[in-house]
């Protein structure tokens, strides 16, 4: 039901957009956290802002005009929302000061720092770390970051893996809204997140498709859909 969904909404695979791959561990953070419940559209926003940002001033370790976001570490990242003053004034610097959740949630802006101090710690610099990490190592990755403020889901995780080059589908609400259409269920919350990983997964290699490209055009489909309501 999931694949003849896809062929029905979607369109030819060969028309689709390719996923978001990031050269830079900082970017890809970046994404995840600001990426849960969130329109593309806002998402990239930030992404260009801290872009800008980072490469006009620098930051303490680059002079002005020479830093490159689409290198930056976890520790690069650490530094620039340092130097602009804290999280708070780092949600100032990209223009968004969204919350992981509307009752009690973070700034997005401190998730995206504590999640980089996770990263730092575990000695994740660069996506190559991860591509080559080992299941024990991604475990205690995960163990450290769902105890940050609003990622106990796991799902920022599993974007941050997705755009990085490990992984291939993030069962966040726009996939399992699209999954419960699929299935003529009730609405999102009647499709848990690993069956819609999964049915997405299984979908894949009916239409036939990689994994995550599907992921990446139903998040954009049922973003654009959210735009339009």
């Given at each position: 039901?999931?694949?003849?969904?896809?062929?029905?909404?979607?369109?030819?695979?060969?028309?689709?957009s390719a996923p978001v791959a990031?050269?830079?561990?900082?970017?890809?953070?970046?994404?995840?956290?600001?990426?849960?419940?969130?329109?593309?559209?806002?998402?990239?926003?930030?992404?260009?802002r801290y872009r800008r940002a980072r490469e006009s001033d620098g930051g303490p370790s680059h002079p002005a005009g020479t830093a490159d976001a689409g290198a930056d570490t976890?520790?690069?990242?650490?530094?620039?929302?340092?130097?602009?003053?804290?999280?708070?004034?780092?949600?100032?610097?990209?223009?968004?000061?969204?919350?992981?959740?509307?009752?009690?949630?973070?700034?997005?802006?401190?998730?995206?720092?504590?999640?980089?101090t996770v990263l730092r710690d575990h000695g994740?610099?660069?996506?190559?770390?991860?591509?080559?990490?080992?299941?024990?190592?991604?475990?205690e990755l995960r163990r450290d970051w769902i105890q940050i403020p609003g990622q106990r889901s796991g799902l920022s995780l599993d974007a941050f893996l997705l755009?990085?080059?490990?992984?291939?589908?993030?069962?966040?609400r726009m996939v399992r809204r699209f999954v419960a259409d699929a299935l003529h269920a009730s609405g999102e919350a009647a499709v848990k997140p690993a069956r819609a990983a999964a049915l997405v997964?299984?979908?894949?290699?009916?239409v036939p498709t990689d994994a995550?490209?599907?992921?990446?055009a139903i998040w954009r489909y049922e973003s654009e859909r959210a735009r339009r309501r």
């Open positions: 039901m999931v694949a003849a969904h896809v062929k029905a909404t979607l369109g030819d695979p060969a028309d689709w990031h050269t830079s561990v900082a970017l890809a953070a970046i994404d995840a956290v600001w990426g849960i419940n969130s329109r593309w559209t806002s998402v990239r926003n930030v992404i260009d976890p520790e690069d990242l650490l530094a620039f929302i340092e130097s602009s003053g804290g999280s708070d004034a780092f949600a100032d610097v990209v223009q968004n000061r969204q919350r992981t959740s509307t009752r009690n949630g973070i700034l997005k802006a401190e998730a995206v720092r504590q999640v980089a994740i610099r660069t996506p190559a770390d991860l591509r080559g990490a080992s299941p024990e190592r991604l475990a755009s990085t080059g490990r992984g291939s589908v993030k069962a966040d997964e299984e979908a894949a290699t009916f995550r490209l599907l992921d990446a």
